[in-house]
């Protein structure tokens, strides 16, 4: 889950929702030749699916015990991430299976921080072994992957950015991703000039410390 510090609020927002606008956000990229091919679809539908493994994780929150603030997807414990992501993969990749080796990347790439610590080896190995079973089942080059894989990343950090509220830039590739009060700024520019609409639901909470996890629930 994605905890949004309004100040006075928090504001929770489920990772599949997120991650629907991610698809919605690469959908509407207009200067991307690798997004008018025939891999379209199967990069729309990793993005859109890359959060799934969440679905269940959100519809029971937790709260930090130490802060009694609402766990967030950073903060979480690395037990769920590495239970949550096989299940994810799982479901991506009975619709498509290179949509599964796309998710299976973003896994990779996104704890990537974290290759250093042993407790993730067996993540790490998990993740890579079932990317290159995808590979290989479904005849994806690595190469193809890793272009296709850019647009997953770049739809996920600027559906996040406008989510978190994050105000620090972010780099990935060729592009920086920046909000500015309410608007998103992709350089450079992926869209063709074109001011896309993007919007979330989330619930408002107060802002308070949460005694348990039932009474954040």
Same mark, same amino acid.
């Given at each position: ?26 959908? &509407? ?10 891999? !379209?679809?199967? @990069? ?6 890359? =959060? ?15 802060? /009694? ?18 299940? /994810? ?6 619709? =498509? ?9 973003? &896994?990779?790439? @996104? %704890? ?5 610590? !042993? ?17 290989? !089942?479904? +005849? ?7 272009? =296709? %894989? ?14 978190? /509220? ?25 869209? +063709? /000039? ?7 639901? &989330? ?9 348990? =996890?039932?009474?954040? !629930?």
């Amino acid at each position: 889950m994605i905890v949004r510090d309004e100040g006075a609020t928090f504001l929770p927002i489920t990772q599949p929702d997120h991650a629907r606008l991610a698809r919605d956000i690469v959908a &509407a990229m207009r200067t991307e030749p690798a997004l008018l091919g025939a891999s !379209r679809d199967t @990069v729309l539908l990793a993005t859109q699916e890359h =959060d799934n493994g969440w679905i269940e994780v959100d519809a029971e929150p937790t709260i930090d015990p130490a802060s /009694g603030r609402p766990c967030d997807f950073i903060a979480g414990p690395a037990s769920v991430k590495h239970e949550l992501w096989p299940r /994810g993969i799982r479901r991506v990749a009975q619709a =498509d299976l290179r949509a599964g080796a796309l998710v299976a990347q973003h &896994a990779i790439t @996104v %704890y990537d921080r974290f290759r250093s610590d !042993r407790a993730w080896d067996l993540f790490f190995a998990e993740m890579e072994g079932a990317r290159d079973r995808m590979l290989q !089942r479904s +005849g994806m080059e690595r190469t193809d992957l890793l272009v =296709d %894989y850019t647009y997953v990343r770049l739809g996920d950090l600027i559906s996040l950015a406008f989510c978190t /509220g994050w105000t620090d830039e972010h780099h990935f590739g060729v592009w920086r991703v920046r909000l500015e009060q309410d608007h998103v700024l992709i350089t450079p520019d992926p869209f +063709g /000039g074109e001011r896309v609409p993007i919007r979330i639901e &989330a619930r408002e909470l107060p802002k308070r410390t949460f005694r348990t =996890d039932d009474d954040l !629930r």
